[in-house]
């Protein structure tokens, strides 16, 4: 039996579609719409039925393409980034006054698993400037970050790490970003996937963690996540005793470039009045 083994909302719904079991679940919508020349699709899942058939909880997930960025066409960074923002807007809570954490998950000495860590190198973070200069920056949203490792290397569940974040800084609402495992190649760092439901680190992988979502952390949760690892039976390899992974050849390539891109493209989004010049003098 071929694994079916996917983060992806989307990909999951391509394989009801072609079990042609689609049909009968009435509880799961997609919408295709082009913005900034990319392509972006969304998929609600809306009734336990759906959430059944897809394997996704109740919830939006939105698919952003980013295979034209990597074809160099004009003004390529700066169309992503409003993208992503965009889209990243589309799904947080309308009041974020009390600021927002943005977690990294994933290992940064594990090139296929740092795109979180990696990401929080280009976030415009603010907490710290507000609290101390409130007048001066008041302007700008409260953003904190936090790298938190993985088990192996803290002794502690990225749930434990942002429980104990959560009850210091008190945010309107929680970003995650981790690596994914994607069915398609195609996909493979090349896809931005968010939404509005959470994670469970790992579980692309088999290797299951505890969920961070609203249920566990008392705030809104939005997950973005980066497919960059494919299970090696997706590519026709027979199957094995153990479950091989893979990942493109120019790894350290592409995720250096998306993490940047997922750096700016949220702080694009949190600090509304701020432009993607205005991002980089600020990060130095």
Sequence with gaps: ?????????????????????????????MEERSREGFSVTTVSVTDEAGAQAVGKPVGRYTTIDLRPYFRRADGFFLRACRCLAAEVQALLPVS???????????????????????????????????????????????????????????????????????????????????????????????????????????????????????????????????PTVIEATHLGGAAAEETLFLTPRDIDGKVGELSRLIGYGLSLALQKRLTVEDITGLLG
């Design 96 to 226: 974020l006054a009390d600021g927002v954490l943005v977690a990294g998950l994933g290992n940064r000495a594990m090139t296929a698993d740092a795109i979180g860590p990696l990401a929080l190198e280009s976030l415009l973070v603010t907490r710290h400037m507000v609290e101390r200069q409130r007048q001066q920056f008041r302007h700008l949203l409260p953003v904190s970050a936090l790298p938190t490792g993985v088990l192996a290397q803290t002794g502690m569940e990225t749930l434990e790490h942002l429980r104990g974040a959560v009850e210091a800084v008190h945010p309107a609402a929680v970003i995650v970003i981790d690596a994914l495992a994607a069915r398609e190649r195609t996909r493979l760092c090349a896809t931005v996937q968010l939404g509005n439901t959470g994670l469970v680190p790992g579980s692309g992988v088999g290797n299951h963690r505890k969920a961070i979502n609203r249920e566990t952390l008392g705030v809104p949760v939005l997950a973005l996540g980066v």
């Design 1 to 29: 039996m071929v694994s079916t083994r996917t983060d992806l909302a989307v990909e999951s719904l391509e394989n009801l579609k072609n079990e042609k079991t689609f049909s009968s679940f009435k509880g799961v919508e």
